[in-house]
């Protein structure tokens, strides 16, 4: 070996050969590097994209269902109050009452188990459901609001999440995350607070229920 080193460096032509096949090779081995770190970035940059699109899709899913969950209690308490036409034993109660249930399953399947704000707004939205079919108004009315304030922080950490996906920047988004659950947990101790839906067919009057609605509104 090393005498093929020796003849090598002795002859000027073969040396100006040998440094042409090493240059050569590096830079087929530096076109290969380049074309792998490329092919992963791209499939990478595809991936984080789809990713993120979906979940664009997941929040405004969200959001419709939130609404229209809104609007069908309010609609279901509002006819089952007014006593219109035996509304509670009519055809249209049936279709109501099973477009909430709809719309509740929509809700439960769009969900993660796992996650603590997802069971806190499911727990809204469920008492929202029981108090359209069995209680007052102002039940309503205080469950709907509870559960929407629930539904903007589960909204709001989606659109965190995609944001930062986007971004690429990974480091970012625990970190965020973490600052984020910090004030989750302020939001449970105030406005967001769950135990004001214990008050929901506990024996308080429709104005009872209306001050705990109103309290939410103090900053």
């Known amino acids: 070996m090393w005498s093929w080193w020796s003849e090598i460096l002795q002859d000027p032509t073969k040396v100006?050969?040998?440094?042409?096949?090493f240059t050569g090779?590096?830079?087929l081995v530096g076109v290969?590097?380049?074309a792998v770190v490329s092919t992963i970035v791209s499939r990478l940059s595809v991936y984080i994209n789809a990713v993120t699109s979906e979940r664009s899709k997941w929040i405004e899913a969200l959001r419709g269902t939130i609404s229209?969950?809104?609007?069908?209690a309010d609609r279901i308490v509002t006819l089952r109050q007014a006593k219109a036409a035996n509304y509670a034993e009519s055809v249209e109660w049936a279709t109501d009452t099973q477009e909430l249930h709809r719309l509740m399953t929509d809700l439960t399947l769009r969900l993660n188990p796992t996650e603590?704000?997802?069971l806190n707004l499911l727990k809204a939205a469920r008492?929202?459901?029981a108090s359209a079919r069995l209680h007052s108004s102002a039940a309503v009315i205080?469950?709907?609001?509870?559960?929407v304030r629930h539904a903007q922080w589960v909204l709001k950490a989606e659109w965190e999440r995609a944001k930062e996906e986007a971004a690429g920047r990974l480091q970012a988004l625990r970190f965020c995350y973490r600052r984020w659950r910090r004030a989750y947990n302020r939001f449970l101790l105030r406005d967001g607070s769950l135990q004001?839906?214990?008050a929901i067919g506990a024996g308080k009057t429709d104005l009872e229920l209306t001050l705990l609605r109103s309290e939410m509104d103090v900053v």
Do not use: F, Q, T
């Not at 229209?68 to 069908?72: G, H, M, V």
């Open 32 to 34: 290969g590097i380049s």
């Open 142 to 147: 205080l469950a709907d609001e509870v559960m």
């Open 116 to 118: 603590p704000e997802a």
């Open 127 to 129: 008492k929202l459901n």
């Open 16 to 21: 100006g050969v040998v440094a042409a096949w």
């Open 196 to 198: 004001k839906l214990d």
């Open 68 to 72: 229209n969950l809104s609007a069908a």
């Open 25 to 27: 090779g590096a830079a």
